[in-house]
């Protein structure tokens, strides 16, 4: 196991110990520079008699000054306070792409002085995830392209959409090949659980097969492992429940994801090509996807159809000719390639599989 705290350095709330000090001694307080933006000559409309920057027009999160030396202090020293005591192996930075890139520089270089092996993963949304990721920043962002590629290939009956998304971030040309540590995600705290936008539920186990076996880091939002609804609203609190995790383990669930998830976990662990080997594709369909994870000796070819009838593939696997083939996920089935490195397939309706070469 390791730790990753979600590291919150882009705003505070009002309750914070700095702002409620600005509150009570206004111009005179020793923190007025901890907060951007800060006016004394208009209220903010909270009735305060001052003004300042709030996060995505929410004045409840008070914006700040980040490029105040002593505000930077502060959250290094908590940084390492984090480590000292809890043995961190990670930051998770909220609405990284809000923090500048000069601060995510000075960040990076002290989390490299305090342990080299400390992982910064930023929550970005939009843009070239090479601006945040990269030697001198962050080691990985949130991956949203891949998340609605995820989905809508499923529900549109479009594995174009996702093979296109996967060749561009990890192709032979693309552009995030040399992050292999991309945040890939099926949903999490700001968005609906993937149960609720499925349109067919019999997707789920084939939408985590490509989570786990794709480029980048799968993670698994809780909850959505029992395979859990959940819609956002006008907030997100629905899908942020408690949960009472011991009756839930012993409570039977109708898309119970678990065991499969853990296979498949285990599955990545053992197999060094799903974390590290390069990305090909293979076939794309509007229904069928296969793509192949290599490294060294090792080539793993994972195959799906969403399809809700059996179908026949010809996989064409470029330099394996004559190769063995078995199915890590039933451990019976053998299959040969031709001369040519042709490879022929039954797939049953909605059917995963994971051939390694041997």
């Not at 307080?29 to 004394?40: M, T």
């Not at 105040?68 to 909220?94: C, N, T, Y």
């Not at 995600?185 to 993937?194: L, T």
């Not at 809780?222 to 408690?242: A, C, H, M, T």
């Amino acid at each position: 196991m390791r730790l990753v705290l979600d590291g919150v350095f882009n705003h505070v709330g009002r309750n914070f110990w700095a702002f409620r000090d600005l509150q009570e001694n206004g111009v005179n307080s020793p923190y007025r520079n901890w907060f951007a933006d800060l006016r004394f000559d208009q209220r903010s409309p909270y009735g305060d008699p001052f003004s300042y920057a709030a996060w995505n027009g929410h004045f409840d999160l008070i914006k700040l000054n980040l490029a105040e030396p002593v505000v930077k202090q502060h959250l290094f020293d908590a940084i390492r306070m984090w480590k000292e005591e809890f043995q961190i192996d990670g930051i998770r930075l909220d609405a990284a792409d809000a923090l500048s890139f000069d601060f995510m520089r000075d960040l990076r270089a002290f989390t490299n002085q305090l342990d080299p092996d400390l992982w910064l993963m930023g929550e970005v949304i939009h843009g070239d995830y090479r601006q945040w990721a990269n030697p001198a920043m962050l080691h990985a962002t949130t991956n949203y392209e891949l998340y609605k590629s995820l989905y809508s290939s499923f529900n549109d009956g479009n594995f174009f959409e996702l093979a296109y998304s996967l060749n561009r971030e990890f192709g032979s040309g693309g552009i995030y090949k040399e992050i292999p540590t991309l945040y890939n995600f099926a949903d999490n705290h700001d968005v609906s659980r993937i149960a609720s936008q499925l349109r067919d539920k019999q997707h789920l186990s084939l939408l985590y097969f490509l989570l786990f076996t794709m480029p980048g880091v799968p993670s698994v939002y809780y909850g959505s492992e029992f395979g859990f609804e959940g819609v956002k609203q006008s907030d997100d609190w629905n899908l942020r429940p408690i949960f009472a995790l011991h009756e839930l383990q012993n409570h039977p669930h109708v898309f119970d994801l678990r065991g499969w998830i853990g296979h498949l976990a285990w599955l990545r662990q053992s197999e060094p090509a799903l974390r590290f080997g390069n990305y090909e594709q293979v076939l794309v369909a509007s229904r069928q996807l296969a793509f192949s994870r290599e490294t060294g000796n090792d080539c793993l070819v994972a195959v799906v159809n969403s399809a809700a009838e059996p179908i026949e593939l010809s996989l064409s696997l470029r330099g394996k000719a004559n190769w063995r083939f078995f199915d890590l996920l039933s451990q019976e089935e053998f299959f040969t390639a031709g001369s040519d490195g042709t490879l022929q397939l039954a797939m049953k309706p909605n059917q995963v599989r994971l051939l390694k070469n041997g």
